[in-house]
């Protein structure tokens, strides 16, 4: 059970957020480049090598961060969230990544939507 205090999934990100219970920050730590062309709607960009006391400043340590990357194939979540949990942020990965969010039918925002790249 100690797995399910630093990782969600897709569906349980996207009946969180269509049900009013977002009281968490969803991070895409993938490429600028790969977040502008496509992102779960509501995300903020952040790649992982960016991730720095500076870069966090703004955020909350009380509030939840949702991680995600490309995939399962990708460990970008993994290491994005291990950066913020090293800087004292409550973390936890959404497995599956903008992939499945994807695969699964949910919205996308960004300039190519769902006709973006899958890997970038």
Not at 2 to 18: C, F, G, I
Not at 88 to 114: D, S
Request: hydrophobic residues 40%; contains cysteine.
């Amino acid at each position: 059970m100690n797995k399910l205090s630093v990782e969600t999934d897709v569906a349980d990100v996207r009946y969180d957020m269509q049900h009013g219970l977002n009281d968490f920050l969803l991070v895409d730590v993938r490429s600028s480049k790969a977040y502008e062309e496509c992102h779960v709607p509501g995300a903020i960009s952040l790649p992982s090598n960016n991730i720095n006391p500076e870069t966090t400043a703004a955020f909350s340590k009380e509030q939840v961060i949702v991680v995600y990357c490309w995939g399962p194939a990708c460990n970008g979540g993994t290491k994005g969230a291990a950066r913020l949990a090293g800087l004292g942020f409550r973390v936890k990965e959404m497995i599956g990544g903008i992939e499945y969010w994807r695969k699964e039918g949910n919205e996308v925002a960004g300039t190519l939507g769902q006709s973006a790249p899958l890997i970038g």
